[in-house]
């Protein structure tokens, strides 16, 4: 498992270009970008461990390109990012720091049989 | 993209028989025979791939819709088909409601790209709730496919 481009805390190394303040945001925010190495890419089996992960936290979950910027907790919304090769989650709320290293990891994996735990499982 | 660019008219299910798991996507898999396609290939071999893919975790995402795939051989550029129950299909989706609205996805071996440029297709216009409220309420071919002809807002 690799990952790239590790921000701690609320600074980013690459601003969403299009991306608004959100609301949120005044919470505890923080992102890790992931360069995808999975040879499938960002499919379809782990945008659902992703968004079944996401839809565990309290915190918001989003997840961007750099110009689109997504619900992460909506499976449907995740496919709208498929063919990106890296990908910055951002979660804000109070299990944020938790909840962004299982999520950046979910990302990070190079093949979805090596998926972290379902997480009915664990 | 659009939907039409991928998804084969003839193969159009506007109103699908079977109302399980295994007989929708059969069901499919045949419209696509029918239409010309998996020729020297036993279509079971192809159903197979795809309840396969579906053990490793259900394509139903949600929102009533469900997106079956898989990488066969017997294709050499994506194809697809959309179908449509109006009862609806138990399909162990994430949110557990019943699928409405299914595009299969068959794509060849080595062109990952074009399979995750389809999904980012497909995605774009069923978050369009407008988009899956006309498909839903389409009864022909016809108006599915002009539907599906059309390109996604930006």
Redesign the interface.
Known sequence: MRMSDINQGGSVMKQPATAPPESAMNGNTLRRTVTIVNPHGFHMRPQMYFAQRAQQCQSDVALTDGSTRVDGKSPLDLMMLSTAQELTVEVTGPDAAEAVESLAAILAAPSADEEPPSPKKG | MRMSDFVIREAIVPQLGATAKEGVIREMVESLRNAGYFKGTDPEDIVKAILKREL??S?G???N?A?P?TKHNSVDRLIGTVALSPVGVAFDS?DGEPVHVFVLLISPQDR??D???A??N???R??DDAFVKALRQATSREAIWSLLDETAPP
Do not use: D, K
Request: glycine share 14%; aromatic share 0%.
């Open positions: 490793l975790g394509t995402i949600g929102r819709v997106i795939h994430l990952p790209g399979h995750l440029r999904l980012e497909v995605s774009r069923l978050r």
